[in-house]
């Protein structure tokens, strides 16, 4: 990852290597390399600014209070909370509604982490069109890149993407600019074309650990991302029976890679058999789970 100052276009953003920092608080951006013809498994380590900054006054069984004043509805679906601070920091779930005094959580499995005083911000989730605006055209995408999203309500392993979003070139934009890229999540961009394409986000750095809540006795794949824009080690991730880390080869080429490697439980030495394997910077993996699998909270923990 490289720190930066302002916001800006990825071909400006490719340039610049020194870091900065401004009152407290990290901006970054990362590149990452799409071969011609290929699949690259990528997942979005910034968050745009946050709206809201505040804490939890009570829990509901939908949600939670705050002491804020909102305008009902302002929240809904296109913002998430973010924890970023108690026994669930770094765990997010998309805001389903919101009244004047709270907020309903489109996951409510993670109020069983949270408390009262917690506190989280409000943020706005990225786009298809946040994340690939027109000026990244030719740089970031062309007429021939797809963007690929799996549904993490599919339970099983090896499923394959659920939904697309593809580039019209006769309208000159994404067929659907409005999709959400979910934060800490693995996302597919397919490209189709001969040239080689860079990549390029930018934003919030997070300063909270990631967190996800996996089910108990289920073997399941998770499409996630370590959730920080520089490189982590298998060992920054909860290990435990029955998990498995799957990696993929982003500079190889071809579509439809299966994973290039595999880092496993070690029921000997209670931790992951490779626990100095590198997770590069903004990369999407799998977390697989077995059926021997505890559930509760997975984390990866911050590198900085």
């Known amino acids: ?47 745009q600014d946050y709206a809201l900054e505040t804490t939890v006054d009570t829990k509901t069984a939908t949600g939670v209070t705050v002491s804020d004043t909102l305008t009902a509805g302002d929240y809904a679906d296109d913002y998430y909370i973010r924890m970023t601070s108690g026994t669930g920091e770094g765990l997010w779930t998309t805001i389903s509604d919101n009244g004047t005094d709270g907020f309903t959580m ?80 693995q996302m597919i961009i397919r490209n189709g074309s001969g040239e080689e394409l860079t990549f390029a986000c930018a934003g919030d750095v997070p300063q909270v650990k990631a967190a996800f809540i996996v089910a108990a006795g289920v073997e399941d794949d998770y499409h996630i991302g370590s959730g920080f824009p520089v490189d982590v080690t298998a060992a920054s991730v909860s290990a435990n029976t029955g998990r498995s880390l799957k990696l993929y080869d982003n500079g190889a080429t071809g579509q439809n890679k299966p994973p290039a490697e595999s880092v496993s439980y070690n029921a000997f030495t209670g931790d992951w058999n490779t626990p100095g394997k590198t997770l590069d910077e903004g990369e999407g993996f799998v977390l697989r789970t077995g059926s021997g699998e505890v559930g509760g909270l997975v984390t990866v923990q911050k590198p900085y």
Do not use: C, R
């Open 1 to 47: 990852m490289s720190t930066k100052k302002h916001m800006m276009t990825a071909a400006a953003a490719l340039l610049l290597s020194a870091p900065v920092v401004l009152a407290g608080e990290w901006v970054g951006y990362n590149a990452t390399t799409i071969p011609a013809g290929a699949d690259v498994m990528v997942s979005v380590p910034f968050s």
């Open 106 to 185: 489109e996951n409510t499995n993670v109020l069983t982490h949270i408390s009262a005083g917690d506190a989280f911000q409000v943020i706005p989730h990225h786009t298809v069109a946040s994340l690939f605006p027109e000026s990244h055209f030719g740089i970031s995408y062309t007429n021939d890149v797809s963007l690929k999203f799996y549904n993490s309500a599919t339970v099983g392993v090896d499923d394959a993407p659920s939904d697309t979003v593809s580039y019209d070139a006769f309208g000159g934009n994404w067929n659907t600019p409005a999709t959400i890229v979910p934060p800490l999540t």
